[in-house]
């Protein structure tokens, strides 16, 4: 394209971008900062919301300890982890998880690690005294995973 025409007023075009660029790195760091922000609020909220992972092993053997002792075999079975799901059907759950066939009430809630997987054991103290624990693993949210044996 040619400019050598007259033009409108005297001079030539102007450049569009004449002055010294500047540097924005308080926006950015603002940004950047804001994310972050945003991210820690998001893991405190859900702290509150859902509660501890301890909190959630501890609610989730409540409700299949009071679904066990209300004969509710199909709520017990859907708070069971897949694959013990698969291997166990909700008519024997009772059988497999109630070694003493009375009410369990929930004494302790630990850390450990089950496969080089992070889970939780709520210990369970039954009616005829003896104990056991419950795996609890965070699938999709806490389910039971297993039973053990009281050491």
């Known amino acids: 394209m040619v400019t050598t025409g007259p ?3 005297d001079d030539e075009p102007a450049p569009l ?3 010294t660029p500047r540097r924005r790195h308080g926006l950015l760091i ?3 900062g804001g994310t972050v922000l945003v ?3 998001m893991v405190g909220l ?9 909190d959630q092993a501890r609610e989730v053997a409540g409700v299949f300890l009071a679904a066990l002792g209300n004969d509710d075999a199909e709520t017990a079975h859907s708070l069971l982890c897949e694959a013990e799901r698969a291997d166990t059907a909700p008519d024997e759950v009772a059988d497999r998880y109630v070694p003493s066939g009375g009410a369990g009430e929930i004494v302790s809630v630990a ?3 089950v496969d080089g997987e992070p889970v939780r054991e709520v210990g369970i ?6 104990r056991s624990r419950l795996v609890v693993v965070n699938a999709d ?10 050491n």
């Open 7 to 9: 033009f409108l007023y």
């Open 17 to 19: 971008h004449t002055g």
């Open 30 to 32: 603002a940004i950047f």
């Open 39 to 41: 991210a820690l609020l």
């Open 46 to 54: 859900s702290y509150l919301i859902k509660g501890s992972p301890d």
């Open 111 to 113: 850390a450990a690690e």
């Open 125 to 130: 103290e039954w009616a005829d005294g003896t």
């Open 141 to 150: 949210g806490p389910h039971i995973c297993g039973v053990l044996p009281e």
